[in-house]
């Protein structure tokens, strides 16, 4: 996962930029969402438009948390909205490629982004449950960055199908991985 193996790797070359912010991190939160939904709505129109839109909101998804961190405005509430905001964003992006595979009649397509969705959710399911449970949860192949940037190359280069079937399975995967990971560490903690 990158979010784990490449933790804040642009915060030092773009603090500078994020301290001159003088912009909400929360506002940076919600405009990042629109641009997803924007996104959502140019990926049956324009693939291409669809692609780059999906990398410029996620600089956005980047970015908030960074303007946070460097300006000392990091709030629960934030991190909150964030997640939140997150899982609107995986949706409507999913939707969008559901969109985009039944206007070219592909129900295979449209099947797959629906269950990428779903598989999607679970993934922040699965982390929320067992964080209330007192389990830390971060294992799994993908988390959302991942996820951003293999539908903005499969929107860029074309290769859509290829696409949404390697979300498919590796969101099922890393659900399958965060319950694994869950059992066997409750397993050991009962055991001790």
Known sequence: MLSSKLPH???????????????SPNLITISGSLLTLTAAFAIPR??????????????????????????????????????????????FL?????????????????????????????ISYAKARAEALGQECNAGMIERPERVIIMAAGALTG???????????????????RIYHVWKEMKEANSS
Not at 105 to 121: D, K, N, Q, V
């Open 46 to 91: 324009n693939l291409v438009s669809g692609g780059f839109l999906i990398l410029f909101s996620g600089l956005f998804d980047m970015l908030d948390g960074l303007v946070a961190r460097v300006n000392n405005r990091v709030t629960r509430f934030g991190a909150f909205l964030d997640s939140v905001l997150d899982r609107y964003s995986d949706s």
């Open 9 to 23: 790797i642009l915060d030092k070359p773009l603090s500078a930029f994020a301290k001159r912010l003088n912009i």
């Open 94 to 122: 999913l939707t969008g490629f559901a969109w985009y595979f039944l206007k070219n009649g592909s129900a295979e397509g449209c099947f797959l982004s629906i269950g990428t969705l779903a598989g999607s959710l679970i």
């Open 159 to 177: 290769f859509v199908m290829t696409m949404i079937w390697v979300l498919f399975v590796l969101t099922h995967i890393t659900v399958a991985q």
